[in-house]
């Protein structure tokens, strides 16, 4: 009768391990410079038309001279403002997803932005770092995992900011 419930407790593991989400990287070094960061487009909240057109900050999403950008808040804080060397455009992070939890990649604003464009690797030049005690008080009425995971890695890197 043991081996029914032990088999049951097996698979639920299995599947929990399937769905851990992306892997954990090493954050890079808070630099002006920053090399190996990851890239990719995204449509953000703007491309489903039932969802509210504003980033995590409150604020619209923006495509011109500064644009909006996804990433881990605890590794750029909301209103990090950073510039793209390769292209030089510049971006502003007011927006995260669980896609980028975790990792050093950042997810660019781009209103058509092509589905599942593999990530590449670029050297950014941060122009001004956001505030952690600014993310942090965004962070903590938020409901959702993504924002309570981010939390806790901010708090952690940030402890003055508690």
Same mark, same amino acid.
Do not use: H
């Given at each position: ?47 489903? #038309? $039932? +969802? &509210? =057109?504003? /980033? @995590? ?13 996804? *990433? %881990? ?37 781009? #209103? $058509? +932005? &092509? =589905?599942? /464009? @593999? ?13 952690? *005690? %600014? ?28």
């Amino acid at each position: 009768m043991l081996v029914r419930p032990f088999a049951l407790l097996l698979a639920l593991l299995t599947l929990a391990g399937c769905a851990s989400g992306p892997a954990y990287e090493e954050p890079l070094p808070r630099a002006t410079y920053q090399k190996g960061v990851n890239i990719a487009p995204y449509a953000g909240a703007a491309s489903d #038309p $039932s +969802a &509210p =057109a504003a /980033t @995590a900050r409150g604020t619209r999403y923006r495509s011109g001279p500064v644009s909006s950008a996804a *990433a %881990d808040w605890a590794r750029w804080p909301a209103g990090t403002q950073f510039r793209v060397l390769a292209t030089g455009e510049i971006y502003e992070v007011d927006d995260f997803t669980d896609d980028v939890v975790g990792t050093n990649t950042i997810l660019l604003f781009k #209103p $058509s +932005a &092509p =589905a599942n /464009t @593999a990530p590449r690797q670029v050297t950014i030049e941060i122009v001004q770092w956001g505030s952690p *005690a %600014d993310s942090a008080a965004l962070l903590r009425p938020q409901r959702s995992s993504t924002a309570k995971k981010i939390l806790v890695e901010l708090l952690a890197r940030y402890p003055e900011r508690r």
